[in-house]
């Protein structure tokens, strides 16, 4: 099992801004998504949600770029393990690349299928019947995603932080901007 050694390898700064940048959506939406409505129904209630629908849809224009950038632009670095734990990492990230998907497609059904008026401005546009069973399981299927996304990535975290902490292998240098 080879250790990432320190060096000044490093991802490309559009790579690093466009991670950070995914991670700090997906901790504001999601907190927005465990706490929004505990909000009174009206007026705030309304703007929280609408700005969980308008991030969502960044966060999708973000998820796209990040991908089409990474396939063609991005810096390609080795390894930092090898063996299993290569494995594990490489799952891992196609996990959260396809949480991550997950949630902006269900969530943007979710949104559609409700019609949803952001801000009082302009509304998605509705699909489909408006059944509330139809609704509350496309929600379902849209936390559930979620709360998957957050457990994966927690551990994803933590495993970058027992490189650089507990491994002492500089790994989170490849990715500070």
């Not at 060096?7 to 999601?30: C, G, K, N, S």
């Not at 960044?58 to 930092?80: K, Y």
């Amino acid at each position: 099992m080879s250790r990432f050694v320190e060096t000044d390898e490093h991802y490309d700064p559009t790579t690093v801004w466009l991670h950070w940048i995914t991670v700090a959506l997906v901790i504001v939406l999601w907190g927005i998504g465990q706490t929004g409505d505990l909000f009174p129904r009206g007026p705030l209630r309304t703007g929280v949600w609408s700005t969980h629908v308008v991030l969502g849809f960044l966060t999708a224009f973000v998820i796209v770029t990040r991908v089409a950038w990474r396939a063609h632009f991005g810096r390609v670095l080795p390894p930092a393990d090898s063996g299993t734990l290569y494995t594990i990492a490489r799952l891992t990230h196609l996990a959260l690349y396809i949480l991550l998907g997950l949630v902006v497609v269900a969530g943007i059904i979710d949104a559609s299928y409700r019609g949803f008026n952001i801000f009082g401005l302009w509304s998605v546009p509705q699909f489909g019947s408006g059944d509330p069973a139809t609704r509350h399981s496309i929600n379902e299927w849209h936390e559930f995603a979620a709360n998957a996304l957050v457990v994966v990535a927690g551990v994803h975290a933590l495993a970058a932080l027992g490189h650089q902490y507990v491994w002492r292998d500089h790994l989170l240098d490849r990715m500070r901007p």
